[in-house]
């Protein structure tokens, strides 16, 4: 996604999003995990990833507005863990006080039917293949050129789940 700012291009990356509010497979599992339910994920549940906290990519993307220098490329935001979405939500589990998951994927043939009648579904079998290898994104440029580090994975977790909690 692109950010214009006075005349040049800024470019934002960021792998998953994860926290309060995020639109993403985590948080979208979130509410069965703490109902003790079974988890579907998209893709294979033990493949690494990255996972991208909101206020880490605005940071990321203040810092990189405010720096001139910053402008016409790509920076990753920051992202504090990689981990496995089975891994992820095990650790969202444990903050919340609920025991971890079972956690299967969902079938291919699922997306591409639901896509059918719900755009946003169609876009992630789209985005799928970020879960069928690992995916994990280099943020070390970001962190030495703009100085922006991501947030320790446990306030994350904790959170999410607090906000999550709160919710349900």
Known sequence: MRTRRAGSEL?????DY???GAQSHIERALPAVLAGKKAKVIGNPDMPHSWTYTEDMAATLVS?????????RAW?????AVRTQREALADLAGVA???APKVAPMPGWQLKVAGVFVPMVRELDEVSYQFAAPFVVDDSETRDLLGVTATDWSTVLTRSAEAAQTAA
Request: hydrophobic share 45%; proline share 8%.
């Open 18 to 20: 994860v926290g309060v």
């Open 11 to 15: 470019w934002r990356c960021g792998s």
């Open 64 to 72: 990189a507005a405010d720096n001139p220098q910053a402008w016409g």
């Open 97 to 99: 006080g609920v025991a």
């Open 76 to 80: 990753h935001a920051p992202s504090a």
